[in-house]
């Protein structure tokens, strides 16, 4: 679970990085899977997006606008890993009976704990989408359906079948404060970014 959630931390610093300078690359001719071209198509989409806007904003408008995607990036990192401590969880309960009760008991304070922090994290989003005019709503809503079609298909890339020994569900068990800590602050990130923008275009 830590390398996966590694990895998640990985790809947003790929994929917010890909949006400040967007570079063609010279690739090799290869055979494209229907999955593969999907993909391709949905990342191109994405930084369509970007560098198609990014011209038109002012400077106060590029950084409410990079902000907002930022921090809907981060928001759906942690979403996806919440929904895989969540599956690691059930799998050990699944074949651990005897450790199901701690296991249980851990999550839900794990997930009261992150979920609050979703629920603000998603809360400020929403409010910089609504407050600015530079971009539909409609837009907007493509703009983060798009961010979770690509960090799902590049996440799955690191998935593995949970390990459920006794040994591995106690290790998950006592390093879900760190990950717990990890996200909160990943979030509240998003919260202090928000804060911030906000107090510039009221000045």
């Not at 011209?55 to 979403?79: C, G, I, R, W």
């Not at 609504?130 to 971009?135: E, P, S, V, W």
Request: glycine content about 4%; proline content about 2%; some cysteine.
């Amino acid at each position: 679970m830590l390398l996966r959630v590694t990895a998640l931390l990985s790809l947003f610093a790929i994929s917010f990085g890909c949006l400040t300078e967007v570079r063609a690359e010279e690739v090799a001719p290869r055979t494209e899977t229907t999955s593969e071209a999907l993909h391709k198509a949905q990342s191109d989409a994405l930084k369509g997006i970007v560098t198609n806007i990014m011209p038109t904003l002012s400077q106060d408008e590029a950084t409410h606008f990079l902000t907002m995607y930022k921090n809907y990036t981060m928001y759906s990192m942690v979403k996806a890993v919440s929904k895989d401590v969540g599956g690691a969880v059930q799998a050990c309960v699944d074949n651990n009976k005897d450790m199901a009760k701690d296991l249980q008991d851990r999550f839900k304070r794990w997930d009261e704990s992150v979920g609050g922090t979703m629920k603000d994290s998603l809360a400020g989003v929403t409010n910089m989408a609504l407050a600015q005019n530079y971009m539909p709503q409609k837009d907007v809503n493509v703009l983060f359906k798009l961010v979770d079609e690509v960090r799902a298909v590049n996440s799955s890339r690191f998935e593995t079948a949970p390990v459920t020994t006794p040994e591995a569900c106690e290790f998950m068990m006592s390093q879900m404060d760190q990950t717990q800590e990890s996200m909160r602050h990943l979030l509240k990130m998003t919260l202090l970014s928000y804060a911030n923008v906000l107090r510039a275009t009221q000045k």
